[in-house]
């Protein structure tokens, strides 16, 4: 394809408004895109999209000899063609980025974006949709010494949905959920090479070339907030975005992986994978509300790829793994089975073990240690020789209950475990033969009554 003005008679695939330079990919995908400027005082998403990822500038904090305050809007840019040709792979999905003057207070507060966005805060051009998808991507650069970080931060939510999964035991009702709290990733470190890459970098990839080469001159693609240009994306190959003007008589291709220095953006900042993970659980979870069950099982395993792929960049940096990935994981195993397949052994077996990880990677989160024990209760109840056969699991409830005291969602569980036990008895061990934890009869009703009285109390306040 050639930068060339065309007949208009070709039309190319799906459209992008730009009001925020956007990019939409081919009809049978449904991706679109806005870049690179969208007002962040009057932000905006695709409201047709399963999911939007939106992306804030990186915040500068002053004071350095080193950065300039356009860094952390380059920088934005580069995350935001990085994330966009990572979803390519899925289907209705939107991507926007938002700029603003960095002196703007806004620019450091994602909580009104979202509110804003969800509808909670007058601002909005466009909001979400209630059971659609979105991850809101922001960050800060800044300096300690001679040395330059970037630390990201990421918030998921589908908008008027929430996150549970509802397990049923011997008629017995459990929820599990995951946690509702936004992820900070660790501080990357960048060299001064890298550092001085991120313009170039920026400038590359606005750059429109006739071909895939970037020792080709390519033609600078307009950048201002609110300039009515529009480009359509035809084609996506080898980290390249094929595009076209939405008057149809300008193409060409631009560069969306990015490099700084001599390593892929993704490997210096494994948290823009991380967020192709989430992309791929909310498309599955929408997926799956709208009976679309193969979709459904597409988006998750492609999202649980991405979320290995995470986890492995992390781990070669000497780096924590975010816990909050291995429980998307457990999730998108569920998500991918399909039929009779959803009620395997194995797959529950192996989601099982996932939640697990992300309960002893964060022992005091109580989303997550609640998530594994439920599923934990329903492979032992269904399979004796399932799990662990020297733990209490009544008394691990009452120990994760005890860290939002407050909770009536863990002590409605709670409540539950016991009624369970009451009707069934301990789960068997291994063989079924003896119970797996002891149990006495009047302490479980002592028990009963006063989690009843604590919750009926919480109810009423």
């Known amino acids: 394809m050639k930068t060339v003005r065309r007949q208009r008679g070709d039309r190319p695939g799906i459209r992008l408004r730009a009001t925020i330079l ?47 305050s356009g860094t952390g809007g380059e920088l934005s840019l580069l995350v935001h063609f990085d994330t966009l040709f990572s979803m390519m792979k899925y289907r209705s999905i939107g991507g926007v980025r ?55 931060y990421l918030r998921f939510l589908r908008r008027e949905r929430r996150e549970d999964l509802r397990l049923t035991i011997a008629g017995h009702e459990f929820e599990g959920w995951l946690p509702s709290r936004g992820v900070a990733f660790p501080p990357r470190e960048l060299t001064r090479r890298q ?8 400038g590359e990839s606005l750059a429109l070339r006739s071909e895939r080469d970037e020792t080709l001159t390519g033609m600078p693609l307009p950048l201002d907030v609110g300039r009515q240009s529009a480009y359509w994306i035809v084609g996506a190959r080898d980290g390249w975005l094929e595009l076209s003007s939405q008057d149809n008589d300008l193409g060409g291709w631009v560069r969306a992986t990015t490099e700084l220095g001599t390593l892929p953006l993704q490997q ?16 599955a979870r929408r997926c799956a509300e709208e009976g679309d069950l193969a979709g459904a099982a597409r988006a998750a395993r492609l999202g649980a790829a991405a979320m290995e792929v995470y986890r492995n960049l992390e781990v070669e940096a000497g780096n924590d793994v975010e816990p909050i990935s291995w429980a998307l994981s457990g999730r998108m195993t569920l998500l991918a089975a399909q039929g009779a397949e959803a ?73 539950t475990l016991y009624r369970l036990i ?9 063989g079924g033969s003896e119970p797996r934890f002891a149990v006495e009869r009047g302490e479980l009703e002592r028990r009963l009554l006063f989690v009843q009285e604590v919750r009926r109390d919480l109810e009423r306040r």
């Open 22 to 68: 956007t990019l939409a990919l081919l009809p049978a995908l449904s991706v679109w895109a806005e870049m690179p400027a969208g007002d962040i005082n009057e932000p905006s998403v695709f409201p047709g999209a399963r999911v939007n990822t939106v992306v804030m500038p990186y915040v500068f904090a002053g004071g350095s000899e080193l950065l300039d």
């Open 268 to 283: 210096i900042m494994p948290e823009l994978v991380f967020a192709d993970g989430v992309v791929g659980y909310l498309a």
């Open 195 to 202: 550092l001085d890459g991120i313009p170039q970098a920026f």
């Open 422 to 430: 009451k009707a069934e008895g301990p789960p068997l061990g291994p």
């Open 343 to 415: 009620e395997a052994t194995e797959v529950w077996t192996s989601a099982t073990a996932q939640f697990g990880r992300a309960a002893t990677l964060a022992p005091y989160d109580a989303a997550l240690g609640n998530l594994a024990l439920v599923t934990q209760l329903r492979q032992v109840y269904l399979d004796p020789n399932a799990g662990d056969n020297d733990t209490d699991l009544a008394a691990r409830m009452l120990r994760i209950s005890a860290l939002e005291p407050d909770n009536v969602r863990l002590l409605t569980n709670l409540e």
């Open 98 to 152: 938002l700029v603003g003057d960095p002196n703007d207070p806004i620019t450091r507060e994602p909580d009104r974006i979202l509110d804003m966005l969800l509808g909670r805060e007058y601002g909005a051009r466009e909001q979400m949709r209630p059971g659609h998808g979105l991850v809101l991507i922001w960050g800060r650069i800044y300096e300690e010494g001679q040395r330059i970080y970037i630390q990201s």
